[in-house]
């Protein structure tokens, strides 16, 4: 599976955007998904994770009530509405893809083996 992201952009802020994330391959629907983002000299930060199924999602606190993860299996596409969108937003997003649960993952230290490559987020004051 390899993975492509799209969406990002600039918006002022209280502002909008939908990120995508389309994978190649067949076996999309097995991944664990999430989203990651790497602001200006900060460490990449894990945003959001949805599981295989769609069925249970997580976000981090900083995004909570703001961005929804979503995904569609029959396209291959993950996708991250952000909504009201703060100047603090402002990173690369990157979409990750694992077969194991991504939240455990990341959680016990390791990183998801599959990777996009980056979209930028920009948000103006």
Known sequence: VQLQASGGGTVQAGGS???SCAASGRTFSSYSMG???Q???KERELTA???WSGGSTYY???VKGRFTISRDNAKNTMYLQ???LKPEDTAVYYCAADLRPLLGLVSGGSTPALWGQGTQVTVSS
Request: glycine content about 6%; hydrophobic content about 45%.
């Open 49 to 51: 994770v949805i599981s």
């Open 60 to 62: 981090s606190d900083s």
């Open 82 to 84: 952000m909504n009201s």
């Open 35 to 37: 989203w990651f983002r």
């Open 39 to 41: 602001a200006p000299g």
């Open 17 to 19: 955007l939908r990120l």
